[in-house]
């Protein structure tokens, strides 16, 4: 539809009208069987606001949404078509790796990929719009939702975030097979305090600037079309109602021209945070800010209408919101084809076919983290392998966010194993639920109803096993239900009973290795005790238990890195490799020395840093080769390495670069990741591998907060992890 057809609707229509295009209401309302995301409402919708609402979350189902959309149309005094959106994160009914391990693939094709599966499947379900990317820097292993994010590191961040929106959105997602993407949780809503869920952020505006928001920057400039408002206070104001944020950050500066949506119900809960009295305060406040579509509360349905009439809030304000709305349904094509792909056939033949599998698959096998190995990887088909621990047979390994996939679709590690054909024995020693315990899952609760005496026994049977066995392999770890949102622990371990089945089994085989399953970094340093490798395979997906058999057999090399470090412990946390120096900086020489930064008890390191992962093979990195010790204004400058697989066996290196600002108006972090590259080796095998550097990379917000760059010596490291010495100097002039 043309813009002015646009204009000429949205002035024909009732005040009434254009409120309720702003309400966005639950699958409830229209769909049995829904799913819902957040705390269920009793706010008395009217009839009227959801016979004009312009949009739904959650319902999915080509039929059903071809149904809702007809009578919808039908019934709506100007035929105005709803969108159709949902929290489809690592896949619909194929389901990829958590994305936290995508990030782990340091290889933004499998997010495209996975994106573009996602996209293809739910759009055949009916779905016009996906809550995703969410490119929240995470930097806190607390936190329940890191495993929704690709880490702590910004650059790595905003190349995935371009990826995802690439991948579901393709060239114009009007098209058929692709979907809107709505960047969230704008903003900062990763670093919330002590790690727990929907608590309050505290960020200095440089921070914020620097290492929170170019994500979702790069998010918005590969086009994006909606944004979604964090539930967190930034500068104690929540984002659904911080003018500066909306207006200014992300309209004025960043040229965002789309659709904001406020978080599940979050507009309401701006009178939880103490900034108005009722909703109606709290509705004046988001829509100044610049909300224009409210999810799930009647804020704006109740409250818009009295604050028109009264003059405290002008017409204009929703005339721009309910034109943002329109015209995200005509950027869908929607007054066209209200349907879009919604189609039952479609959905028979596309979801979980086997290319969709095959690409899963994949993507898993780039995700998995190597941390140790001693030699014991891979195996070999003739040994005698034990399988044991509960993530042998658990099938609900495809992610907390996957509230469509389903787990019987999913392949677990016996399964896997099995179609292999090896030598295999198994054993799952225990649940992985400590007995009598319950975690909460986004819809289902998950609990362990075995007693004590029970679960005790299952580890006997597991140590038998492990007797028999040359090797065995724990595949061990956290339930999915203890990750994902309002899943904040305090303990990030793994549950008590896998670490009495793990100590049992290794007092009678030496020979372990522990696949771990997460879904977010955990505190392993009991398990480096007792295993000779340490596999991280997060929540695979669908084909985890196909991609891990692959990989454990060696068919291939993992080739993942830690997308966030693995702390040593739970009170180092939030550890990131991006830190600053302090004052004292730590002398890992003179350790006696008292008044250094650092903790009397625990180390400063993580266990495992930011970049860190090994292969079957290894490897050996040239000096770093600057074409030049000077980089002018406007000018280039190539750092390059050589890269030598001294192996026996092909893998992948992920060579990454980082830059140091060695003296800034500001404290400048210690190094930061400004380029990568995944490159697969055959034994004997090298390759150059170069980064350009430009004056556009160095840029920070300086003293006065301005984007610059600042002249003067810069170290260049480019290596296999974060903590890499192989550097070299050059000086901007
Ligand atoms: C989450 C969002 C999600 C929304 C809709 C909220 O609780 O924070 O990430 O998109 O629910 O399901």
């Given at each position: 539809m043309e813009q002015q057809?646009?204009?000429?609707?949205?002035?024909?229509?009732?005040?009434?009208?254009?409120?309720?295009?702003?309400?966005?209401?639950?699958?409830?309302?229209y769909a049995e069987g829904s799913i819902a995301t957040g705390p269920a409402s009793e706010q008395g919708f009217s009839e009227k606001t959801i016979r004009e609402a312009g949009s739904v979350l959650s319902v999915v189902g080509a039929k059903t949404i071809k149904e809702i959309q007809k009578n919808h149309i039908e019934n709506h005094p100007h035929h105005i078509p709803?969108?159709?959106m949902a929290d489809i994160i690592n896949g619909y009914k194929t389901i990829f790796p958590i994305p936290l391990a995508q990030g782990a693939a340091f290889n933004p094709k499998v997010a495209y990929t996975g994106a573009e599966v996602a996209a293809k499947e739910s759009s055949a379900a009916g779905i016009h719009v996906t809550f995703s990317p969410m490119v929240d820097l995470v930097r806190d292993a607390r936190w329940g939702r890191v495993m929704e994010s690709t880490g702590e590191d910004p650059y790595l961040n905003s190349v995935y975030a371009k990826a995802l929106v690439e991948g579901y959105q393709g060239d114009d997602p009007k098209k058929s097979g692709k979907l809107g993407a709505c960047v969230k949780h704008f903003a900062g809503y990763g670093a919330p305090t002590g790690g727990r869920d929907y608590n309050n952020v505290e960020l200095s505006e440089?921070?914020?600037r620097d290492d929170y928001l170019p994500a979702y920057e790069a998010a918005i400039k590969a086009g994006a079309l909606l944004v979604m408002t964090s539930f967190n206070t930034l500068n104690r104001i929540p984002s659904t109602a911080n003018k500066w944020l909306m207006r200014q950050v992300l309209r004025e500066e960043m040229g965002f021209e789309g659709t904001v949506i406020s978080d599940w119900a979050a507009i309401e809960e701006i009178k939880y945070h103490g900034l108005c009295e009722d909703r109606k305060g709290a509705a004046k406040l988001a829509i100044e800010a610049g909300t224009d579509i409210d999810m799930m509360t009647t804020c704006y349905s109740n409250y818009l209408k009295e604050l028109i009439e009264s003059g405290e809030v002008s017409e204009e304000l929703l005339d721009e919101a309910v034109l943002r709305v329109l015209e995200l349904k005509n950027k869908l094509g929607l007054f066209e084809n209200p349907y879009k792909d919604a189609d039952e056939d479609a959905e028979?033949?596309?979801?979980?076919?086997?290319?969709?599998?095959?690409?899963?698959?994949?993507?898993?096998?780039?995700?998995?983290?190597?941390?140790?190995?001693?030699?014991i990887l891979p195996l070999k088909k003739e040994e005698k392998v034990a399988f044991i621990g509960p993530f042998t047979e658990e099938k609900n390994i495809i992610g907390a966010w996957s509230i469509f996939g389903e787990a019987k679709d999913a392949v677990s590690v016996k399964e896997g194993v099995e179609a292999y054909k090896v030598n295999a024995l198994f054993a799952k020693g225990c649940d992985s639920i400590d007995p009598g315990k319950k975690v909460?899952?986004?819809?289902?609760?998950y609990d362990c109803k075995r007693t004590k005496e029970e679960a005790d026994a299952m580890i006997e049977e597991?140590?038998?096993?492990?007797?028999?066995?040359?090797?065995?392999?724990?595949?061990i770890g956290e339930h999915m239900a203890q990750t994902g949102e309002a899943a904040s622990r305090g303990d990030i371990t793994i549950p008590k009973q896998q670490k009495k089945l793990l100590k049992a089994v290794a007092r009678v085989n030496k020979n372990i290795i522990v696949v771990l399953f997460n879904g977010r970094p955990l505190d392993i340093r009991k398990i480096k005790e007792l295993a000779k490798a340490i596999l991280v395979v997060w929540m695979p997906g669908s084909e985890g238990g196909n991609a891990i058999t692959e990989v454990l057999y060696g068919e291939t090399a993992p080739s993942g890195r830690l997308p966030m470090s693995f702390p040593y412990s739970v009170g180092q946390v939030p550890v990131f490799y991006g830190e600053f120096n302090t004052g004292r900086k730590m002398d890992d020489s003179n350790p006696d020395n008292k008044f250094q930064s650092r903790y009397i008890d625990i180390p400063n390191k993580p266990l495992y840093t930011f970049g860190y992962g090994l292969s079957y093979t290894k490897f050996t990195y040239s000096e770093v080769n600057l074409s030049r010790g000077l980089l002018e204004e406007g000018g280039e400058l190539i750092a390059s390495v050589i890269v030598r697989n001294t192996g026996k066996r092909r893998g992948a290196e992920v060579v990454q670069m980082y830059i140091r600002d060695d003296c800034g108006s500001v404290a400048r972090p210690v190094r930061e990741l400004k380029g990568f590259e995944k490159i697969w080796l055959e034994p004997g095998e090298e390759k150059e591998v170069s980064f350009s550097i430009t004056e556009e990379i160095l840029k920070f917000h300086d003293i006065n907060m301005n984007y610059t760059a600042e002249k003067g010596s810069f170290t260049v490291f480019i290596g296999s992890d974060s903590d890499t010495n192989n550097q070299k100097k050059f000086e901007l002039i």
């Open positions: 057809k646009l204009l000429d609707l949205l002035k024909d229509m009732s005040l009434d009208e254009k409120i309720n295009q702003l309400f966005q209401g639950g699958a409830g309302f709803l969108v159709f440089r921070t914020l028979k033949t596309v979801l979980l076919c086997e290319e969709h599998r095959k690409k899963a698959k994949e993507a898993a096998k780039e995700t998995f983290v190597l941390l140790e190995n001693n030699g909460y899952g986004m819809n289902l609760p597991a140590v038998e096993t492990a007797l028999k066995a040359d090797k065995v392999v724990m595949c």
